[in-house]
């Protein structure tokens, strides 16, 4: 009887060691799982494949949520999404990383990619409640990228006169911080460029006007235009080449809405006949189509003046914008 006693008792000592030593592989091959998740997780996103970069992620921090990699994992699960062009999927697990990490410079850090998710998302509100909370007791660099956030966020707003005095503060800390980024650069000046194209579109931008103002005004914003190449020269100076295609962009943007406004230019305000209204538009259009001309040329000039005084890969952007 004792001897069966004692072999029952080596039975399950064996067998709870045996369970034990299994239960230990298993958290071993879930923690190498866990991580080679994660480590394909950051070769996609480094290589910009958001899709696969998105599956690893959501993976690991669904089957893992306590894995040492899973909180920066659902961080990089809104960037992800936030590159791949759904901003509104990437607010939650970028502000669940903000939250979890409140205090801390990667929390502050992620907050501006936070903001981004709300401007992109639509929700401007929140994004400069968002910098404001920041600009309390940030510094130097980040400072300046929280001035930037609260910009973009008032040009959303429409409030123009308020993102002004706030992108030039930016400016200003931007001259003043030692060894400033391109890229910081870059977004300040992108922002300037903004605000001056959006100011040289409200020139004529009303439904009645008589010739002469018309005509005045549309002058004024093809001045205008020309005036807004300093500020894209600064992006391309920058040779950030992906801000330097959004400033491209921009500016192709602003000179084809007034090509558009010299074709089709506001009418007079004096009741006319249908007929002495498209005769009118069709002179006035002809005479704005000329000092559309002179206007492009002038830019033209300016813009070939920037060819040796720009990085090289920075050129092709300019062709694209003599063009």
Not at 53 to 64: G, K, P, S
Not at 127 to 139: G, M, N, T, W
Not at 294 to 313: E, H, M, Q
């Amino acid at each position: 009887m004792m001897r069966f006693k004692l072999v029952t008792l080596g039975l399950s000592a064996i067998l709870t060691f045996l369970s034990a030593t299994m239960e230990l592989k298993a958290a071993d091959n879930d923690a190498a799982y866990a991580l080679s998740l994660w480590q394909n997780g950051r070769s996609a996103f480094d290589a910009n494949r958001w899709s696969e970069a998105t599956a690893y992620f959501e993976r690991l921090t669904t089957l893992y949520p306590s894995d040492t990699h899973a909180l920066e994992a659902q961080k990089f699960l809104g960037l992800t999404w936030l590159e791949d062009g759904q901003p509104d999927k990437a607010i939650a697990p970028l502000r669940s990383y903000v939250e979890r990490k409140r205090g801390s410079a990667p929390s502050a850090e992620t907050s501006l990619d936070l903001g981004r998710a709300y401007l992109q998302s639509g929700k401007p509100h929140e994004a400069i409640l968002l910098s404001e909370e920041l600009l309390k007791k940030a510094k130097g660099e980040l400072r300046i990228r929280g001035l930037l956030l609260k910009t973009g966020a008032l040009i959303a707003m429409n409030r123009d006169a308020r993102a002004a005095l706030t992108s030039a503060s930016a400016a200003k800390e931007t001259e003043n911080l030692s060894g400033a980024p391109a890229s910081l650069r870059a977004a300040g000046a992108l922002l300037q460029l903004r605000l001056k194209l959006r100011s040289c579109g409200k020139f004529a931008d009303t439904d009645h006007l008589d010739e002469g103002a018309a005509q005045s005004q549309l002058q004024r914003r093809g001045i205008c235009l020309q005036e807004s190449l300093t500020d894209y020269r600064k992006v391309l100076a920058s040779g950030i080449l992906r801000t330097g295609r959004e400033a491209t962009r921009l500016l192709d943007e602003a000179w084809e809405s007034y090509r558009l406004r010299c074709v089709s230019p506001p009418g007079p305000q004096a009741a006319r006949t249908q007929a002495q209204l498209q005769l009118y538009k069709q002179e006035l259009s002809r005479k704005l189509l000329v000092d559309l001309s002179v206007n492009l040329t002038k830019s033209r000039d300016i813009l070939n003046s920037l060819k040796d005084r720009l990085p090289g890969d920075m050129l092709p952007l300019l062709k694209e914008a003599l063009q």
